[in-house]
């Protein structure tokens, strides 16, 4: 992405979230350099009097103009610094609940893709680390005031000498001349120092990093951990001894510019007072002024120049921002046809998929068909791609070749919301997050009516661990910013987590080894009542454990991405050689030792 569709899309982003921001920048930036042009015009008459006539009411008259000026721009000028400071705020905030609120609706495949992970944590480092879209905008405002300023001060020197003029603009075209290669290195220091950046960040996390802190210190891990930050501080440290002796360069080079551009202008204006060799005298009224006008040129452009290289270089931070802005969401992935009353059939038809960037097959060429009402165990070894189906049919990811049908249609034909839900799933790396546990369960805001949450806790075995607790259902999950929170075992969040599920009441339901914290006993109690509770529903069992395989109707048996056995448990015992009879063999012979 270059840097002009880049800031483009970022002034979008920007005018979408707050026009009046926008506006109060552009109007922000007219006040900062009218101030500036008055300061250098009026005080001309005001001299021009004083070596003058000297008539009092004009004298009056333009010190009057200069102060109330002065003191109007003053306000103007504080004034919308609070406001915009208030706004700044507030359009920070807006563009980090804009990233999340992306990270959370776009195609889940990309947030296993290693490139768009990458890319993600870039992003969130350039907002939340860098303040780059917070700092860009203050630039870019800086950058129009510095324009206005030069155009108005080159207005009034014009008056002066063409010549001036055009000797000023050659001054102006070296300097950014040697901004554009400087500002060229910067992009590429930066975006070659961002990869040895994160990686001294991750290792400086690790440290702070409550859950690690057993295994960094039954294992002592500390040496190695601090002998790798300081390894990348000091290779940092000596990549920024390169930059900096660059930017020395750049900078002195700038300084003669900029001094050479004083020269000029001081010594014409000088000779236009004392001589007439390049046309007629000025007073000392205008040599004020156009001095005033020099220092302040001199000034704006080295301004100019530093916030064209800043706009340039926090454009190169948004960059990946920008870049994952614009991923495909799940809501707009797929057709417009609503999914209405209840998963009567699935059928996968010739699925095979592999993960994006990876050239193995995790499936190939699947089929098979489920209908209405049948409890179906999915088994096989670590890796068979088990966990996959189910991601397919959730819609997680596209299969590279194949089809997915339920009730006939391609789940891909189904408008996105509706479709999910139709589904409720537990999976192995569920999350229970910082709610209550009530809301937890119905993934709501609190009702007055917690009936139907009570009794699914109670049907999955929770309902002596709720009364005990204080708050009972309406106590907060972990301690991450209430001291009064509770900590659950595994296996209790597990539970918590089929509640969520069964509360959905989706006429699909999925267990992708969420009992794998329970003992046999417990997993064999929760699979029972959850067998029943799910009723005429269709429902998916994966699970390491046999336990879920003998009362559902089929057991489908996945071989290295491949489907070796689709029966019932009593017939694929009579299998001697296959799989599903080894794995239910090996397991009974465990339990029973």
């Known amino acids: 992405m270059n840097s002009a569709k880049c800031f483009k899309m ?62 109007f721009f003053t306000w103007l000028t504080l004034t ?3 406001v915009m400071d208030e706004k700044g705020i507030y359009m920070r905030e807006m563009m980090n609940h804009l990233m999340s609120e992306k990270i959370m609706k776009v195609e889940y495949s990309y947030l296993e893709n290693p490139y768009y992970l990458d890319l993600k944590e870039r992003a969130v480092f350039a907002s939340n680390n ?20 030069l155009i108005g001060l080159l207005v009034v020197m014009f008056s002066l000498s063409l010549v001036l003029v055009l000797f000023l603009i050659i001054t102006i075209i070296l300097t950014f001349v040697a901004q ?6 910067q992009q590429n220091f930066f975006g070659q120092i961002i990869p040895v950046n994160r990686k001294y960040g991750y290792y400086v996390g690790l440290a702070y990093d409550d859950k ?27 990549w920024f001894t390169k930059y900096y002796t660059s930017q020395g360069s750049y900078l002195g080079f700038l300084s003669i510019i ?44 080295s301004t100019l120049g530093e916030q064209v290289m800043s706009v340039s270089q926090y454009l190169s931070y948004l960059h990946p921002f920008m870049e994952f802005m614009e991923l495909p969401e799940e809501e707009k992935v797929g057709g417009d046809l609503p999914f209405e009353g209840n998963v009567d059939t699935i059928r996968f038809e010739h699925v095979t998929f592999q993960y994006p960037g990876s050239e193995k097959q995790v499936l190939k060429d699947i089929s098979f068909e489920i209908k209405k009402g049948e409890k179906i165990s999915i088994v096989g070894l670590n890796g068979a791609g088990k966990t996959t189906l189910i991601k397919l049919l959730c819609r997680l990811y596209r299969p590279t ?71 009972g259902i309406k106590s907060l999950f972990g301690k991450s910013y209430d001291e009064g929170g509770i900590e659950m075992s595994g296996g209790e969040s597990q539970k918590v987590a089929i509640a969520r599920a069964l509360n959905k009441e989706a006429s699909l339901i999925i267990l992708d080894e969420p009992t794998s914290a329970l003992d046999p006993l417990a997993e064999a109690e929760i699979y029972e009542n959850f ?32 489907i070796s056995d689709y029966d019932s448990h009593t017939k694929l015992m009579e299998k001697q050689d296959s799989l599903y009879y080894k794995l239910f063999h090996s397991q009974a012979i465990n339990y029973s030792s």
């Open 10 to 71: 970022f002034f979008k982003l920007s005018w979408k979230i707050s026009p009046m921001y926008i506006v109060l920048l552009f109007f922000n930036t007219l006040a900062s350099s009218g101030q500036i042009l008055i300061n250098v015009i009026l005080p001309k008459f005001l001299i021009d009097e004083l070596l003058g006539e000297r008539q009092i009411e004009r004298l009056l008259l333009f010190g009057g103009i200069i102060v109330l000026a002065n003191l």
């Open 80 to 82: 919308m610094k609070r």
């Open 130 to 149: 860098q303040s780059a879209m917070e700092n860009l905008i203050l630039s870019v405002g800086k950058l129009f005031n510095s324009i206005i300023t």
């Open 180 to 185: 554009k290669k400087f500002m060229k290195y």
């Open 212 to 238: 690690l802190q057993k295994d960094i210190r039954l294992y002592g891990m500390s040496p190695m951990l601090t002998k790798r930050v300081r390894q990348y501080n000091d290779e940092i440290n000596e």
């Open 258 to 301: 900029n001094d050479l551009q004083a020269a000029l202008a001081y010594g014409y204006v000088g000779i236009r007072v004392i001589t007439n060799w390049f046309g007629s005298r000025i007073g000392i009224g205008s040599f004020t002024m156009y001095v005033s006008a020099a220092i302040k040129f001199t000034s704006s452009v």
């Open 401 to 471: 070749e194949g089809k997915i049908y339920i009730n006939g249609h391609d789940i891909f034909e189904y408008e996105h919301s509706s479709y999910m839900k139709c589904m409720a799933a537990v999976f192995q790396d569920y999350r229970l997050f910082a709610f209550t546990m009530e809301e937890n369960i119905t993934c709501k805001e609190p009702q007055e009516d917690i009936k139907k949450a009570s009794e699914l806790l109670e049907k999955v075995g929770l309902k002596e661990k709720v009364e005990s607790l204080p708050k």
């Open 531 to 562: 067998n029943h509770l799910v009723g005429d529903k269709i429902a998916l069992y994966i699970s390491h454990r046999m336990s879920s395989s003998v009362f559902c109707d089929k057991i489908l048996v996945i071989d290295g991405g491949v």
